[in-house]
């Protein structure tokens, strides 16, 4: 009996050990470890390729070109965010303002010194972008809104990653008017398809929620509720022309659609509805239009004139390959997150 409870005191007194010393050896963070939170709800629709978000795949294309860079990426599920805790990642990176940046400080959830990258390329609101360390936005409006407030925050644009997206037509994914988007529910029918189906022109269109929209004479319009990501490009490639437009709280804020940059890594021939943004980086290699009637009229003109789609295609093209790639501004957030570990390190942080 003496024995057993020498035993068993001893081994109480190690548990008690442990559980005393461990808060104050906390593990280490490390620097070099990357969390890609999407907006999913379980991580079995990470593999999705039916109805998987836009961000799953511009994710994918996020952690891939951060791993070119020497970092080692995860990508993460909402539930993987919560529960899987063991990866010791020093940062994390939000697709989109997720519950711990959305409903309180960040850093009431976990350790003082892993960071919350806001990789922001749709408009939030202040209270959700104010918990982040670390905001990286595609308008550059924002940029400044958010500098002026204090937060440390970097224009970053979307981008394309060029082993995905390049020039690859095939015959049998030729569309003469190609339309890639979802229907927002509860939004007004999107732009294409409304002035579209009021001006005559027929689309091919891609994207999930058009139900109950395209239906009786335009029910041939809906080909599928997506375009896997690694197809899309010979969509992109074989189309007489791809249209683009955006939504209006992303006019409002200047982001500027990935389609864009995409499409026009395939030397695709887009046209878009009009925002300065685009028109300061393409000029008049991508045509824009402002209303209904100037929809139609590029459309009717382009569609007759296949070499000026093929200059401007190529100088679109051109663009994009010289500022939009994923090594060059997947580049730029390797160079932020490696001096905000650096400075974390040192104490500076």
Known sequence: MFKFLTVLFLAAGAAAGYFWQKPLSPYRLDYGR???????????YLDDKTFALGEKYLGEDL???????????????????????????GFEIFMRSGPELRFSR????????????????????WREVANADIVL???????????RKGKESYYLPQFTRTEKFYPAPREDRRT?????A??????????????????GIR?????????????GPYASWWKARQIPGDELKYYYSS???????????????????????????????????????????????????????????????????????????????????????????IGQMAEILHRRAAEVENGKR
């Open 106 to 125: 960040y850093h009431d959830f976990v350790d003082d010194d892993r960071i919350a990258v806001l990789f922001e390329t749709i408009p939030y609101a």
């Open 63 to 89: 952690a891939a070109a951060l791993a070119k860079h020497g970092f080692d990426v995860r990508i993460y599920s909402f539930e993987d965010t919560y529960s899987n805790r063991n990866f010791g990642e």
């Open 203 to 215: 689309l091919a269109v891609f994207g999930d929620n058009w139900g109950g929209i395209l239906e």
């Open 239 to 329: 189309a007489d022309i791809v249209l683009n437009d955006t939504r209006a709280d992303m006019i409002e804020a200047g982001f500027i659609s990935n389609r864009i940059f995409d499409a026009t890594a395939c030397k695709a021939f887009v046209i878009s509805d009009y925002m300065p943004e685009i028109e300061e980086i393409y000029g008049d290699a991508v045509p824009m239009y402002k209303n209904r009637q100037e929809f139609q009229e590029l459309i009717e003109y382009y569609l007759a004139h296949p070499e000026e789609r093929r200059a401007k295609a190529e100088r679109a093209y051109q663009i994009t390959m010289a500022r939009f790639t994923a090594d060059k501004i």
């Open 176 to 180: 003469r008017l190609l339309y890639v």
């Open 137 to 147: 936005t595609g308008s550059q409006k924002k940029n400044q809104e958010y500098r």
């Open 34 to 44: 990357v969390v890609v939170n999407l907006p999913v709800t379980y991580a079995k």
């Open 182 to 199: 979802n229907q927002w529910p509860d939004f007004p029918v999107r732009k294409t398809v409304d002035y579209a189906q009021k001006s």
